[in-house]
């Protein structure tokens, strides 16, 4: 299982995110099992959080580098979007699927191994029903045609959003 650091470094590296591709960033503080990052952005700071999976299935498959991100929305307002990205490629046609608590189900749309919400609107829905959650298990499948899982806590997700609201 890889640390929250070595995925900021990888987000920097790889250029996964434009939103968060821009500087290196650096971890501000752990809140749990969520981190709280901040890049510069033509000299603003911006600060998102992300988490990864504490559990992946199914066993003994590669994976690769698998992490769930909130970053701030560029209008700004105090709105943040989610996304699940993968180690891998995504099955073309495939729907990222996305429950928290096994209460509140949403769907992301992938374009290589990045998922957003199907609908700009469900953003705030989503982040609002993690804040309340324990779970979230994302499941996709991969280009490959292999079904996967990953179960994510969302301890700590909350008082992450809540400094990352406040960054800068």
């Not at 199914?58 to 990205?85: C, E, M, S, W």
């Not at 996305?98 to 949403?106: H, M, R, V, Y």
């Amino acid at each position: 299982m890889m640390t929250l650091q070595t995925v900021a470094l990888m987000l920097a590296i790889i250029g996964l995110s434009a939103s968060v591709a821009t500087a290196a960033p650096r971890m501000i503080k752990q809140f749990d099992h969520w981190g709280l990052f901040s890049y510069k952005d033509g000299g603003k700071t911006v600060c998102y959080v992300l988490s990864v999976p504490v559990k992946e299935n199914p066993v003994g498959v590669d994976h690769g580098k698998n992490f769930f991100l909130i970053a701030p929305k560029r209008t700004g307002h105090g709105a943040f979007y989610p996304q699940a990205i993968m180690g891998y490629n995504l099955k073309p046609g495939s729907t990222i699927g996305l429950a928290i608590d096994n209460d509140n189900s949403f769907e992301m749309m992938p374009k290589k191994n990045i998922g957003w919400t199907r609908v700009e609107s469900q953003d705030a829905q989503v982040v609002s029903a993690m804040k309340h959650g324990h779970k979230m298990t994302v499941t996709a499948v991969s280009a490959r045609g292999t079904h996967t899982s990953y179960s994510y806590s969302l301890s700590g997700v909350s008082a992450a959003l809540k400094q990352a609201a406040s960054c800068r």
